[in-house]
């Protein structure tokens, strides 16, 4: 039971140890012409919405609109072009009028409504790409405050709370 213990805690140390040096990597949930108007309808240019923004790999599309009238149907670039939403890749309508679409595959995403909705501009064409690579740090002087840093609190850190979980489990 004691080794057990002492894995456990070692793993939670490093647990902690990655959550304070790693950075962080942070999906996005975009709300689908947010800042337009109303969200996901017509009469919008969604084109525009998308020309400011980069869409990555993991990244989320949420869709706001009248569940009694659009709906959220993913198609293919042919049918996109053509506002054909009879024969959908994905339909992404719930029902609530509020639908989360994950963006998990790097690929372009083509969505329109239907019911003719799509004709009056409720159509969507995203771009998704793999994040970019993490700025490369420049290398560090022995002594400066990023060395002191780590040297000095995340590995007493990481100890301590090695030390305080053994405690832990020794008297418990």
Do not use: I
């Not at 239907?114 to 995203?126: E, Q, S, T, Y």
Request: charged share 15%; with cysteine.
């Amino acid at each position: 039971m004691g080794r057990v213990a002492t894995l456990v805690g070692v793993a939670v140390a490093l647990s902690l140890t990655a959550a304070l040096v790693l950075p962080e990597v942070a999906a996005v949930r975009y709300m689908v012409g947010a800042g337009l108007g109303n969200g996901w309808t017509q009469g919008l240019n969604y084109t525009n919405w998308t020309r400011d923004k980069h869409f990555y790999n993991g990244d989320w599309l949420f869709f706001v609109y009248d569940r009694n009238q659009l709906s959220v149907l993913e198609v293919n670039e042919t049918n996109y072009e053509s506002c054909n939403s009879d024969h959908p890749l994905v339909n992404w309508t719930r029902g609530a009028g509020r639908d989360v679409v994950p963006l998990n595959v790097t690929r372009p995403y083509y969505f329109v409504s239907g019911n003719g909705f799509c004709f009056g501009g409720a159509k969507l064409a995203v771009k998704v790409e793999n994040p970019p690579p993490p700025p490369v740090a420049s290398p560090e002087k022995s002594g400066s405050p990023a060395s002191f840093y780590h040297g000095r609190v995340v590995l007493p850190a990481v100890f301590a709370v090695g030390a305080m979980w053994d405690a832990f489990l020794r008297f418990c």
